[in-house]
């Protein structure tokens, strides 16, 4: 059940996490949804002679479980995202259990704005996505 966390709660330094093990399927619906079938995500045989030697998941992937942190744990309910900037720094394998985490960072009372440092991490804690978001919150 999404979390709606007001804005008068939220303090600098407060987090919150989310977990997905990144699936096959996952990665065929984002490529049907965005219509990215870029063969190193979805094509075995291409992907063996690639930088990687295996099918990655789209880094955006991992972008949309930021989203699903904000949206639903930390502000959650009623958050208006704004912008995002992001640094792919590893990539995401196919069955890798990502956690995506916010931490608030910088407040802006006077229009009700937040600053996010944006992350997530695979299962051994390597960094492979990093940012910042600003999110409105009423």
Do not use: W
Request: contains cysteine; proline residues 2%; charged residues 25%.
């Amino acid at each position: 059940m999404a979390r709606n966390v007001r804005y008068e709660d939220i303090h600098v330094g407060d987090k919150a996490s989310l977990s997905k093990t990144i699936s096959e399927y996952d990665v065929y619906a984002f490529a049907g949804v965005t219509g990215d079938f870029n063969p190193v995500h979805v094509n075995a045989e291409f992907a063996k002679n690639s930088l990687f030697k295996q099918r990655i998941a789209h880094g955006m992937i991992s972008a949309g479980l930021i989203s699903a942190v904000l949206g639903t744990e930390l502000p959650g309910i009623d958050t208006i995202y704004m912008n995002q900037e992001l640094s792919f720094l590893a990539p995401v394998l196919y069955g890798d259990t990502l956690t995506a985490t916010v931490e608030c960072i910088e407040k802006d009372d006077k229009k009700h704005r937040i600053i996010f440092r944006t992350t997530v991490t695979n299962q051994n804690d390597k960094l492979v996505t990093d940012g910042k978001a600003r999110v409105m919150k009423r």
